[in-house]
């Protein structure tokens, strides 16, 4: 049974393809929703209830300021942020305000995805 669920709205198709093969691999992880439409994602978090929600990561490199106000009301969902090209990653919730993750294998991209929230 699927530990996590995570909700894909990274704008790069390519990106998101890549993603859900990863998630497809997993028997921890279950894809609940593809949101390609920003507007649908409050809507998508209140009813699917995610632990993940992946976005995309802008050029200049900063999460986007909405994901405060998301967690604000969602405090349990975490949110990661992913450069198009895939060489930079954010992660971001609560407890942990921000923290920035480079160099990672597509396995240990996996094991976080797969960690319960501790």
Same mark, same amino acid.
């Given at each position: 049974?699927? =530990? ?9 198709? &390519? ?12 028997? %921890?992880? =279950? &894809?609940?929703? !593809?949101?390609?439409?920003? %507007? ?5 978090? !209140? @009813?699917?209830?995610? #632990?993940? $929600? ?8 900063? $999460?986007?300021?909405? $994901? ?5 009301? +969602? ?14 990653? %954010?992660? %971001?919730? &609560? =407890?942990? +305000? #921000?923290? #920035? &993750? ?5 396995? =240990?991209?996996? @094991? ?7």
């Amino acid at each position: 049974m699927p =530990e996590q669920r995570i909700v894909l709205a990274n704008g790069s198709r &390519l990106l998101r393809d890549m993603l859900k093969r990863i998630i497809f691999k997993s028997d %921890k992880l =279950e &894809l609940v929703r !593809e949101v390609t439409d920003q %507007k649908e994602l409050p809507s998508v978090i !209140e @009813h699917t209830n995610p #632990e993940w $929600v992946i976005v995309s990561l802008p050029f200049d490199n900063v $999460v986007p300021p909405w $994901v405060d106000s998301f967690m604000v009301s +969602h405090p349990s969902v975490r949110f990661m942020a992913l450069a198009i090209d895939g060489s930079k990653i %954010k992660m %971001k919730w &609560l =407890e942990v +305000h #921000e923290q #920035e &993750l480079d160099g990672l294998s597509l396995n =240990e991209l996996l @094991h976080i995805l797969e960690s319960p929230v501790s």
